[in-house]
């Protein structure tokens, strides 16, 4: 009787080497090891859906839901918003003229008015926004034309852009800057408010053009070069982008910090939008410290200086007025969202409860023996 070797490396899976010729050939197993592991013995949790675990379920995150998605929707509602479309398409609006006649080669700025009114008080803080549609930031070429290390201060960078900014890294054989093509296109139209009183008088709405831009974006990714107060000495050597009027350092010559890369309202820019339908911030108007509205109702001028067309890519520009509350800007879609699972979940817990009322008990008594 032949007597058979155990051995414990073989139930583990090690197989013992084979020897071939020279006596030191091996032959490798790809058997798993005899592991919980490889082997899938793991312990596992499966649950078991029964009518009174999915049922309730279902219930609940109704109930949840729906009350939420009320109060988002409700809030939503309640904020106030205002847009004025002044691209001058049609031949009635008042930026017609401007729209017709202006292009990037303009030398001389084109201004027009645009009346509109308010028939309930904006109160609170009122955000005043640019929107523009049909304008693909979020082209992949578009979104890459830019040199963070040159707007964070680098100045080898400010002498030397990347070549990410092509074709709007040089001007005039000197580098540009800020380089590339979401910087080229920067907004520069000039909107100014007016309030119309009853006996005609205009009244400027102070607009502040400080604070609308990330603090993480002014403070840390946006820096103006060191080693000189005087911006114009730290972009001595450089070239404004092709499509701007002044330079960098011309933005805001008033402000020392609000002018060059930090300018707040180039920072907003740079910042690409993921639609080709947005909005970025334009200015703030604080609340008044007594119980007056913001902005009254009433009549208004939007005074518009048209520096930007949108005629070549068949564009649209618009003013946004716009109150906040704690969710922020006016957008129905999520507690429309929610409204919509909750409705879901409740109606599928009432179909499944019929369901399991007809049914249930009709096949629970099927497998009684009789």
Known sequence: MMASNYNAKEEDGHQPAAIGHGGAGTV????????????QRLPAWQPILTAGTVLPAFFVIGLIFIPIGIGLFVTSNNIKELEIDYTGVDMSSPCYNCSQSYSWNSTKPCTCSVPFSLDQPFESNVFMYYGLSNFYQNHRRYVKSRDDS???????????????????????????????????????DTLELYYIDPNGSRTAIPLVKKGIAWWTDKHVKFRNPGGNDNLTVVFQGTSKPVNWRKSVYELDPSDPDNNGFINEDFIVWMRTAALPTFRKLYRIIHKKPNMTPTLPLGQYILEVTYNYPVRSFEGR????????????????????????????????????????HKYGNRNHSADIPS
């Open 28 to 39: 490798k197993n790809k058997k798993p090891d005899n592991t919980a592991f490889k082997q």
């Open 150 to 188: 040159q707007l964070n201060g680098d100045k080898a960078s400010l002498k030397s852009p990347s070549k990410e900014c092509e074709p709007y890294r040089t001007s005039d054989e000197k580098p540009i800057a800020p380089c590339g093509a979401i910087a080229n296109s920067l907004f520069n």
């Open 317 to 356: 520009k618009r003013m946004i007025l716009s109150t906040m509350s704690w969710m922020g800007g006016k957008n129905p879609f999520l507690g429309i969202a929610y409204i919509t699972v909750g409705s879901v979940c409740f109606f599928l817990g009432i179909v499944l409860l019929i369901i399991h």
